[in-house]
């Protein structure tokens, strides 16, 4: 509820163009033309555009905005927190005041709606601003290929997404989001995740054509659209639609949001819900009371009306999005964390488990080479020679806009070692895939003519799988299962002491023009491997000791070794225990697959699909859990999480998935992130907790009262008066700060032992309500005066006080702030004071209300005295350790 809308932003309605028809072609006009005829039409070539004509191309068509969360105006935001189901709840009920003609319950219940939607409205407006102002941090670029002038060679450089233009020539790596729609000019084992336009969860082969197959195909294998993004591969495209043109925006207005059901959603959603159900019930259950008891007809209509938007906690939205926009600002001010969504404040706070993967988050990700070593274990510099040719071929032929750090790493310690990848020659790449685990390249050997050599190197298991020999001292000998797992064996002697192993393999093959695929990849000849090391993340070990004692249950799931992985575990104080990997979970799924999970920290060559099936399976197993990630591999995790957190220097398309950005290269952050979240939900908890346990202490009494007295306990415009003053008290709650009790574990508000609290102590509420008739009765017969007016004034002093008292004690955390007291006593002793002289002042007979006599002022703090006392037992009992 506190979530804003998201929507493409252009800026501009898409409609009829100045620019000439050629220039400008939807993605999937020119789908059917080869790729020279749609350079031609859009006036581009391979080499890009020139920066002055791109210059005057985003002039003429605008921004390319990617579907970013625009702001509403305030019309349509007024109109927005209309629909909000409390608000339509109280003007249904305004409806039937008006239909039998109580206009007094209407125009109050009027004035309660409009001072609700303008507090809403101004508070999003508020939340909008410093969302944007967040995300702003986290913008998102495109490596974009473009020429200085005419006559200059192409130069790739960053831009920021928003300055892409119709004709621009783009490179697409892995983790990059799809800009704009795209047109395919050549790809190299090129998959992207489109799952926010078609649904579909896994990634889909994309190629260039050069003839393109038939027109109108829903899902064309070499087109690129805006809003998907790259899973494996690389490419480079044509940019055929921008910003309002391209299909993702016209899909994404249809869609909105896709996210799953939050723990957010969950508890808050929740409760809200139930509340709804509940005062629908109101009104007839009243009625038909009213009428089975006393024989009263419709005319106790208005009243039970009153009684049903006395239980509406209007300021419900206010509050939330005050609470987490609020929350969200400090954090970013002083925590270093951007929170993008801000229910996913909540959901941090709620978070029981966390699941991180390790290269690159607990990690430093800057892997450097320590040795390289043949099969049989014996240092050989050939090895390292051969996975730089790989290196260098698979990052050369296949354009990935930046060198992944492995690949890094190895051309670095190869070119120390005075190796030339470059006396080879490059014919074909099979970039990395993580779900292969494994990259490959394909070369000619200086003099060896009519041969083609395969280098393949990645993950040992996987690269073992394909090979039939093993080569040590020049000579080949065959592997079979026992030699297998016998260097399986030492490559997890070697993972022991923290090493990232890649295997080496290569394969001599007859020359061929036809393209190579995965299944050509076998048969191959191990050479060895090569070891590196990366160092553990400075801060981690540090940011593990916060979240185990704030009470985050960890999970590492990793797509490296077992072994590197257990390791990276001990350094940094965390007990590895069992380490299972993916495979073996594979037939595991739902509730069993959360089950075999439960015990274990590791999960080992995890594919990216394995650890959103796991995450989801903790989530399904009703555990509110988040991910910290970084790479492409991460990307479907953090999308099934409850809260997507990455880190700054993440992937575009983990960074742009993610709920929340951890914007320093402190993991320590996290901490920070949770502890925050947690005073949120306290706030947000202490908010509910005594705003719904008074509100059904009133209902109850009121009804009960209804029942025994000849009169109406309460006029529906007092009711709706006191109303109006609990709100606004009760707008202090986004303003306060709870205890650090609340630090102490995760804060997820269930909404089943929720409503059994606000049932105990609207019980007690309405006791001291029926003791307060009670003290009334006595004191009116010793003064012998009375009257509904003392009766109504009397019942209004003491709600007001009460639901001060149920402020002051159900809320955790000290009651003054440096000194001076918090938002929560002020209000408190605000409401106190209301309570006491409104039924005084000039205002109160024209509310129809009569002073009550002193001796009821003193019976009456003799109820409040026993009240307290009831509600600071109940709540050790109910609220163990919250001061
Ligand atoms: N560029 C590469 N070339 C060849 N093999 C690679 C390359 N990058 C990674 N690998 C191999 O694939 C394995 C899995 O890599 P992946 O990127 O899925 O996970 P990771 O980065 O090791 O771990 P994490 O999931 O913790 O980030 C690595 O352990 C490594 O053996
Ligand atoms: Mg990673």
Redesign the pocket.
């Known amino acids: 509820m506190a979530e804003t809308d998201a929507a493409p932003g252009t800026g501009r309605l898409p409609g009829p163009r100045e620019a000439p028809a050629e220039v400008t072609a939807g993605a999937a006009d020119g789908a059917a033309l080869t790729p020279l005829q749609l350079m031609r039409r859009l006036a581009s070539g391979p080499r890009g555009l020139t920066e002055a004509e791109a210059d005057t191309r985003l002039a003429r068509d605008g921004e390319n905005t990617v579907p970013a969360w625009y702001t509403p105006t305030w019309p349509r935001r007024f109109l927005r927190s209309l629909r909000d189901p409390f608000t339509a709840v109280l003007l249904c009920l305004g409806l039937v005041s008006a239909a039998v003609a109580s206009w007094g319950t209407a125009c109050v219940i009027t004035v309660l709606v409009g001072v609700s939607c303008v507090l809403r409205s101004s508070g999003e407006a508020h939340a909008g601003r410093a969302m944007a102002a967040l995300r702003e941090m986290v913008a998102t670029t495109a490596t974009v290929q473009r020429r200085p002038d005419d006559d200059a060679a192409p130069r790739a450089r960053e831009i920021p997404v928003e300055e892409l233009v119709v004709g621009d020539v783009v490179r697409l790596g892995p983790g990059d989001l799809v800009p704009a729609d795209l047109r395919l000019l050549r790809a190299s084992g090129l998959t992207v995740h489109q799952a926010t336009l078609t649904g579909e969860s896994t990634p889909v082969a994309k190629y260039a054509v050069d003839d393109p197959p038939d027109v109108g195909d829903a899902d064309p294998p070499h087109l690129c659209f805006q809003g998907s993004s790259v899973a494996s591969g690389s490419g480079t495209g044509l940019v055929v639609a921008t910003g309002a043109d391209t299909r993702f925006a016209a899909a994404y207005r249809a869609l909105g949001r896709r996210r799953a059901e939050t723990a957010f959603d969950r508890s808050v959603h929740g409760i809200a819900w139930t509340l709804i159900r509940f005062m629908l019930l109101t009104p007839p259950l009243v009625l038909m009371a009213n009428a089975a008891v006393r024989g009263r007809g419709l005319e106790t209509l208005p009243f039970a009306v009153a009684v049903a938007v006395g239980l509406t906690p209007e300021m419900l939205p206010v509050v939330v999005t005050a609470t987490l926009a609020r929350g969200a600002a400090r954090l970013a001010a002083t925590g270093g964390v951007i929170v993008k969504r801000l229910p996913a404040l909540h959901d941090l706070g709620a978070m029981q488990v966390l699941c991180l ?5 607990l990690t430093q990700d800057r892997p450097v080479v320590e040795r390289s070593v043949d099969a049989r274990g014996r240092p050989d510099p050939g090895v390292l020679r051969w996975a730089a040719v790989g ?1 260098f071929w698979t990052l050369e032929l296949a354009e990935l806009p930046a060198p ?1 750090t ?2 890094e790493a190895v051309l670095a310690a190869a070119d120390e070692a005075g190796a030339d990848p470059l006396a080879h020659d490059g014919v074909a790449a099979l970039p ?1 895939d ?1 779900v292969r ?3 490959a390249a394909v070369v000619r050997r200086p003099g060896a003519l009519g041969v083609h050599t395969l280098v393949v ?4 298991e996987d690269v073992l799988a394909r090979c039939a020999r093993a080569r040590s001292d020049g000579a080949d000998t065959a592997l079979d299962d026992a030699e297998r797992a016998r260097l399986l064996d030492t490559v997890a002697r070697e993972t022991d002491e923290g090493l ?3 295997a080496v393999a290569v394969a001599d093959r007859p020359a061929r023009t036809g393209e190579y695929r995965e299944c050509d990849l076998r048969g191959l000849t191990l050479l060895g491997f090569v070891a590196l090391r990366d160092a553990l993340a400075p801060t981690a070990a540090d940011a593990l000791g916060v979240l185990a004692r704030r009470g985050v249950r960890v999970k590492i ?5 077992p072994g590197t ?1 257990a390791r990276a575990c001990r350094d940094l104080g965390l007990d590895p225990g069992e380490v299972l990997t993916a495979g073996a979970l594979a037939q595991l799924d739902g509730p069993a697959l959360a089950a075999a999970v439960d015990g274990a920290t590791v999960v080992a060559r ?2 990216p699909a394995d650890k959103a099936r796991i995450v989801a399976a903790l989530r399904g197993a009703g555990q509110v859990t988040g991910f910290l ?3 492409v ?2 990307v479907p995790a953090l999308h099934a999480a409850d809260v997507g957190i990455t880190p700054r220097g993440a992937v575009t398309v983990a960074r742009e998935g993610a709920d929340v950005v951890l914007a320093e290269k402190d993991l320590t952050a996290i901490g920070r992130a949770v502890a925050a979240g947690r005073y949120s939900s306290g706030s947000l908890a202490a908010y509910l907790r005594i705003t719904l346990s008074s509100n059904l202490g009133n209902v109850l009494a009121m009804l009960g009262a209804g029942l025994l007295l000849s009169f109406l306990p309460m006029l529906p415009a007092q009711v709706l008066v006191q109303n109006l003053c609990f709100d606004a008290a009760q707008l202090a709650f986004a303003l306060d700060r709870p205890g650090d009790g609340v630090l102490r574990g995760p804060a997820a508000l269930r909404p089943r032992a929720f409503l059994r609290f606000i049932t105990v102590f609207g019980l007690i509420n309405a006791a001291a309500d029926v003791a307060t008739f009670a003290a009334l009765a006595v004191a009116l017969h010793t003064a012998g005066a009375g009257g509904e007016e003392v009766f109504h004034a009397a019942w209004f002093t003491e709600n007001l006080f009460t639901q001060a008292l149920v402020m002051l004690l159900l809320r955790a955390g000290h009651l003054t702030v440096r000194g001076r007291p918090g938002p929560v006593p002020c209000a408190a002793a605000a409401l106190a004071v209301i309570g006491l002289l409104l039924p005084l002042s000039p205002l109160g007979p024209a509310l129809g209300l009569a002073a009550p006599p002193p001796l009821y002022y003193a019976l009456l703090a003799a109820v409040l005295a026993l009240y307290g006392t009831a509600l600071a037992a109940a709540r050790r009992r109910y609220l163990p350790g919250t001061r």
């Open positions: 993967d390790k290269t690159g988050t290196s992944d492995l690949d990395f993580p685990r494994l990259a190197k990645g993950a040992a990232r192993l890649l799931l990793t797509g490296d070794h992985a995890c594919a990630g970084d790479g591999n991460d």
